[in-house]
């Protein structure tokens, strides 16, 4: 699915694929299971947009709504190739000649109608030149992923640029390579329009009535949010709201501050067939390259011996491959919680607070211009300063759950837990969420809290003494509110705790936000996870591993009746129901 997107796209749908497969193959059969996980070529099959093929990296699946061609030899020469033309003016209006009159709302690109279009191969000279072609192509639209946080490739947000006085100079630097790079693959476009109609044996005379308007050369200006390039054009608030959520991540240990202050650092980046990598460019890993944990940060010797973002350096070539936390430039929260508290009566704001965690980040990156920088953004945010932008719901969380959300999914990472009025928000890193995470919000959090709060509703009380004045009774009663939230703020976690809450990734961000849809205070997002819970209750989602830790009694006994929910929870010995048979394979003649 996704929009238009030629040549390059990143796959964000991660499937259990345990057994083979075998949890998808107990919904239907399967098509073509032996062609998985090879490289071919793939494009969305159903579409309002024109049709746009891309790159099927290894390891992936394709299926119904995502199609693939796959060549015999999977030969990357033959299938870049094979993009090209494909991708090319000429053959896409041939498609359109088979597609149904009526066909306007949306375009059904289906296998049939692919397969029987006229494909002209081209000679060995022009052939190397296309597959050249569509390389390029690919690298570029790939290059400006190295800044889209959601993607495998991300390494550092865009305004990250310190070579830059403020980020509205940051911000023109990335808009220039923005409109630079569709303007070379409008260029490439036209190339690959040109070869591919001498394949075909025809001219753009021929053609003109039916070709795109890419066939004429393009023109430098580019002024259109989404374009025929497929590149999305964004707004200066949009990539401010980004820089932000990275700064937020490295708190977290998402993030690899040394890879956004030293370009040494870069990785080279494997090839357009090659697998997906496990992590993201510019995560901070451990020595397997997998996220990295306590006392086990990779050290900057293991990241330059690392040939690429694919691989893990040769054995044997780094000395010390670990550093110690505290020679990590930053301070992480490896427990997963932040909290929004700037502390009472203007005090020191808490060791965790979330909004000193990122002005620390932002004096490591910009040092001496970190005030501006930070005002500069709170400007362009339109907030009067950072904790005005986190502490409202419908700001950072908001930005942040549409960045995370794609395809009807919903998949945001950084959580808010907070009072109703959001005067006190604890922000918890969905990757680090465990069973004990809610009693370590309680105990290291809200307890220490409720107790500085009653303390000082215990001064002002007794200074107010008989006859007291007005400003301490309002101060009084805001704080005696404020410990009314946080209790019933406690009372609330520790009830979700005892469900039993046991989180496990596999259910989805969804599923596992469910139980705690009243802490969320958006009110879009409350009313999703509340609709999700009252599924889960409804025994909709029993596959659900949260599902099995809150009603362990119930779920066993769908896992008698469904195959598919047992083979989930591991319960294939109580499965009432036989094992399907397998067809029988037919014997090539």
Same mark, same amino acid.
Not at 282 to 303: F, Q, T, Y
């Given at each position: 699915g996704g929009p238009l997107s030629r040549y390059y796209a990143d796959p964000h749908i991660v499937i259990d694929w345990t057994k083979d497969g075998e949890i998808i193959g107990e919904h239907g059969n399967m098509r073509n299971p032996t062609m998985m996980l090879r490289p071919g070529i793939t494009w969305s099959r159903r579409t309002t947009s024109e049709l746009s093929l891309r790159i099927l990296p290894k390891q992936c699946i394709f299926a119904d709504k995502g199609p693939a061609l796959i060549v015999e030899d999977d030969n990357p020469q033959k299938l870049l190739t094979l993009l090209s033309i494909l991708n090319s003016s000429v053959f896409s209006a041939l498609v359109g000649l088979q597609l149904a009159a009526a066909d306007t709302a949306a375009r059904s690109y289906e296998v049939g109608i692919l397969a029987s279009t006229p494909l002209a191969l081209p000679d060995t000279l022009r052939s190397k030149k296309l597959s050249d072609l569509a390389l390029r192509a690919w690298m570029l639209k790939r290059n400006l992923d190295l800044n889209e946080m959601t993607s495998h490739s991300f390494l550092r947000p865009a305004l990250l640029d310190q070579k830059t006085r403020n980020l509205n100079e940051a911000f023109q630097n990335w808009s220039k390579k923005e409109n630079d790079t569709i303007y070379e693959l409008n260029l490439i476009q036209h190339e690959i329009d040109m070869l591919s109609l001498q394949s075909y044996g025809l001219t753009s005379k021929d053609?003109?009535?039916?070709?795109?308007?890419? *066939?004429?050369?393009?023109?430098?200006?580019?002024?259109?949010?989404?374009?025929?390039? $497929?590149?999305?054009?964004?707004?200066?608030?949009?990539?401010? +709201?980004?820089?932000?959520?990275?700064?937020? $991540?490295?708190?977290?240990?998402?993030?690899?501050?040394?890879?956004?202050? !030293?370009?040494?650092?870069?990785?080279?980046?494997? $090839?357009?067939?090659?697998?997906?990598?496990?992590?993201?460019?510019?995560?901070?890993?451990? @020595?397997?390259?997998?996220?990295?944990? /306590?006392? &086990?940060?990779?050290?900057?010797?293991?990241?330059?011996?690392?040939?690429?973002?694919?691989?893990?350096? @040769?054995?044997?070539?780094?000395?010390?491959?670990?550093?110690?936390?505290?020679?990590?430039?930053?301070?992480?929260?490896?427990?997963?919680?932040?909290?929004?508290?700037?502390?009472?009566?203007?005090?020191?704001?808490?060791?965790?607070?979330?909004?000193?965690?990122? &002005?620390?980040?932002?004096?490591?990156?910009?040092?001496?211009?970190?005030?501006?920088?930070?005002?500069?953004?709170?400007?362009?945010?339109?907030?009067? !300063?950072?904790?005005?932008?986190?502490?409202? *719901?419908?700001?950072?969380?908001? !930005?942040?759950?549409?960045?995370? +959300?794609? *395809?009807?999914?919903?998949?945001?990472?950084?959580?808010?837990?907070?009072? @109703?009025?959001?005067?006190?928000?604890?922000?918890?890193?969905?990757?680090?969420?465990?069973?004990?995470?809610?009693?370590?919000?309680?105990?290291?959090?809200?307890?220490?809290?409720?107790?500085?709060?009653?303390?000082?509703?215990?001064?002002?009380?007794?200074?107010? $003494?008989?006859?007291?004045? *007005?400003?301490?009774?309002?101060?009084?009663?805001?704080?005696?509110?404020?410990?009314?939230?946080?209790?019933?703020?406690?009372?609330?976690?520790?009830?979700?705790?005892?469900? /039993?809450?046991?989180?496990?990734?596999?259910?989805?961000?969804?599923?596992?936000?469910? /139980?705690?849809?009243?802490?969320?205070?958006?009110?879009?997002?409350?009313?999703?996870?509340?609709?999700?819970?009252?599924?889960?209750?409804?025994?909709?989602?029993?596959?659900?591993?949260?599902?099995?830790?809150?009603? @362990?009694?119930?779920?066993r006994e769908t896992c008698k009746k469904e195959r598919s929910i047992a083979i989930a929870h591991g319960l294939e010995e109580i499965c009432e129901v036989e094992t399907p048979k397998k067809a029988k394979k037919r014997k090539k003649k």
């Open positions: 053609m003109a009535k039916l070709i795109r308007s890419e *066939s004429t050369t393009p023109s430098q200006e580019v002024s259109n949010k989404e374009n025929s390039a $497929g590149v999305v054009l964004y707004e200066i608030g949009t990539l401010v +709201s980004a820089l932000i959520d990275y700064l937020t $991540g490295c708190a977290f240990a998402v993030w690899d501050i040394r890879l956004a202050k !030293d370009i040494n650092l870069d990785l080279k980046l494997s $090839g357009p067939f090659e697998p997906l990598p496990a992590c993201p460019t510019g995560m901070l890993v451990n @020595p397997d390259g997998l996220p990295a944990e /306590p006392k &086990r940060i990779v050290s900057e010797e293991w990241l330059f011996a690392r040939p690429d973002a694919n691989s893990l350096p @040769p054995e044997g070539v780094v000395n010390n491959p670990i550093i110690p936390d505290t020679e990590y430039p930053i301070r992480i929260a490896w427990h997963g919680i932040l909290v929004d508290d700037p502390g009472l009566n203007s005090a020191q704001p808490h060791h965790d607070d979330i909004v000193r965690r990122v &002005r620390e980040i932002l004096e490591l990156l910009w040092e001496d211009k970190s005030h501006e920088i930070e005002q500069e953004a709170c400007d362009i945010l339109n907030v009067s !300063d950072l904790r005005d932008y986190f502490r409202k *719901s419908a700001k950072f969380f908001q !930005d942040h759950l549409k960045r995370y +959300s794609k *395809s009807r999914r919903k998949a945001p990472i950084y959580w808010p837990l907070s009072t @109703p009025s959001c005067s006190y928000t604890l922000w918890i890193y969905y990757h680090r969420l465990t069973d004990q995470t809610l009693y370590t919000c309680v105990q290291d959090y809200v307890d220490p809290k409720i107790k500085d709060v009653s303390g000082e509703i215990a001064i002002i009380q007794k200074d107010l $003494g008989e006859g007291g004045n *007005s400003k301490l009774r309002s101060q009084l009663e805001k704080l005696m509110d404020f410990q009314q939230e946080l209790t019933e703020f406690k009372d609330e976690l520790l009830r979700l705790a005892k469900l /039993p809450y046991q989180p496990n990734l596999n259910d989805g961000v969804m599923i596992t936000a469910a /139980p705690l849809w009243k802490l969320f205070q958006l009110k879009s997002w409350q009313k999703d996870l509340k609709s999700c819970w009252d599924k889960l209750e409804a025994r909709d989602y029993d596959w659900a591993h949260l599902a099995y830790s809150i009603w @362990p009694d119930r779920v």
